[in-house]
């Protein structure tokens, strides 16, 4: 028989409820959103970065130039962009589960499609439809994950996430080779596609609402899916909703409130951020492994060097989520953009060594792939709820106009007679650009309102 409801006011027992989740322990529960959040990144690496890996094996088989290899490169991340900016937005009005459904439905049926294309203009196509639902899966899962763990273990909760991309990303490359060899590149896409439709019946078992957007947006049967929320987090059930605060934002301002006075300069300069470093980033991820195929290494030599790239994005990732529990995440992001420049200078340098080639290469997944996994853990806390999936979704967005942007851009100038070095070096750049912009952090922004404490986590900037 089920405890009585907890007899008091409304109010303060949801407050005693969202400063539990706020700053009490974490419970097991949480812990267990959080590795389901993971688990959907983990697919997510291994889908988005599926063209890395098979890229040069397309490329021969469909005799296709540099340029032409780079759309189909960045096709994915348009894609990706299209979902975050249109349809995780739909997550601050009807739900961050039903939006991360939709999306694995999505990046499951563009990977299985993709499997059997018969040209590159089907493959692009079908690249870009499976990018719409990473998109939007990606974007929610982070909010989602920072929005059940503890104010102390937020970075970290979602510096996980991007842990599980990054070991997403390390098995597509590992399973690529053997594939690959075997069966061919079509073998590659059809494993992606039938792991992500099978975790979708896990999520929608498992994957529950966040406590945040059924108090602030009061969706059907709201009061019993609290309650049932705070019984899993070992809390007392409440007996009524409180009152809605009339000056809590809504998301009926949608992108336009992000402009507003008091959140312009954060949301300008994530966007300033998101767009140089993912710009970054997704060069060195997706033309790795073709580039030191023209630096003379073999086929599997380049597949093995892209994959302890994103091997260390796996040690990266949940150290920087580690350093973010202690000091502030702002100082700790910096310092991986810089760390991230002068690596990716000497990693250009060093491929006439396999080794050392090899060494710094794995040091580069550490550090570009720490970049990401803060940029995505300091941008839920500049929000307030109602506007969480919609802020954290047009940062991606406009962050992926620099991830779409870059891998073309490359392949053209490498057409038009770049060298790799040159490239790199430029690359490097663009990470230094980022950390400076990013001093913009140390100063305190607006507050604003929320339903619940969205003040940033004592390891933010």
């Known amino acids: 028989m089920s405890p ?84 995780a937005p739909q997550a601050d009005r009807i739900g961050r589960r039903p939006v991360i459904l939709a999306g694995l439905a999505l990046a499951a049926a563009g990977m299985l499609l993709s499997s059997v294309s018969q040209n590159w203009q089907q493959l692009g196509a079908l690249r870009l439809l499976t990018g719409v639902g990473i998109g939007a899966v990606l974007a929610c899962s982070n909010v989602i994950a920072g929005e059940f763990a503890s104010r102390r273990w937020r970075g970290l909760a979602v510096s996980l996430n991007s842990t599980g991309y990054a070991v997403g990303a390390t098995i597509g490359g590992v399973s690529s080779v053997a594939l690959i060899d075997r069966y061919g590149w079509r073998s590659v896409f059809l494993t992606g596609g039938l ?19 059924l108090l602030n947006r009061r969706p059907a049967n709201a009061l019993s899916r609290v309650n049932e929320l705070a019984r899993r987090m070992g809390q007392p059930d409440l007996s009524t909703l409180p009152d809605k605060d009339p000056t809590t934002l809504t998301s009926a301002g949608g992108f336009r409130r992000l402009l507003a006075p008091d959140l312009r300069r954060p949301t300008l300069v994530l966007w300033g951020a998101f767009f140089l470093v993912m ?120 962050g992926r106009v620099g991830a779409i942007i870059a891998p073309t851009t490359a392949g053209w100038l490498l057409d038009a007679g770049w060298t790799p070095l040159a490239l790199y070096v430029t690359t490097g750049a663009v990470f230094c650009a980022a950390g400076l912009l990013l001093l913009a952090t140390r100063r305190k922004q607006p507050t604003v309102k929320p339903a619940r404490d969205t003040r940033p986590t004592p390891s933010s900037a």
């Open 4 to 87: 009585p409801p907890h007899r008091t006011t409304g109010r303060p027992v949801t407050a005693r409820l969202t400063q539990a989740l706020d700053d009490g322990p974490m419970s097991r529960f949480q812990w267990g959103v959080i590795a389901i959040c993971v688990l959907l990144n983990t697919l997510d690496g291994f889908d988005v970065l599926v063209m890395s890996f098979t890229g040069k094996t397309i490329a021969g088989e469909w005799h296709l130039d540099s340029g032409t290899l780079g759309l189909l490169l960045s096709s994915g991340l348009a894609g990706m962009a299209l979902g975050a900016l249109l349809i």
């Open 195 to 213: 792991a992500t439709l099978a975790v979708i019946p896990l999520a929608f078992r498992l994957l529950p609402e966040s406590l945040d957007f």
């Open 279 to 398: 710009a970054a980033f997704y060069f060195v991820t997706s033309w790795t492994p073709t580039l030191l195929v023209q630096a003379g290494m073999s086929a599997t030599q380049s597949l093995t060097g892209g994959t302890l790239l994103n091997l260390g994005g796996v040690f990266g990732t949940a150290l920087l989520g580690a350093l973010a529990a202690r000091y502030a995440l702002g100082s700790v992001l910096r310092t991986y953009l810089f760390v991230s420049a002068a690596l990716v200078v000497a990693f250009a340098s060093s491929t006439d060594t396999l080794v050392l080639a090899f060494c710094i290469g794995a040091a580069i997944g550490v550090a570009v792939n720490g970049c990401i996994a803060g940029l995505y853990a300091l941008t839920p806390s500049v929000y307030p709820a109602p506007l969480r999936a919609t802020g954290v979704g047009a940062a991606i967005s406009v």
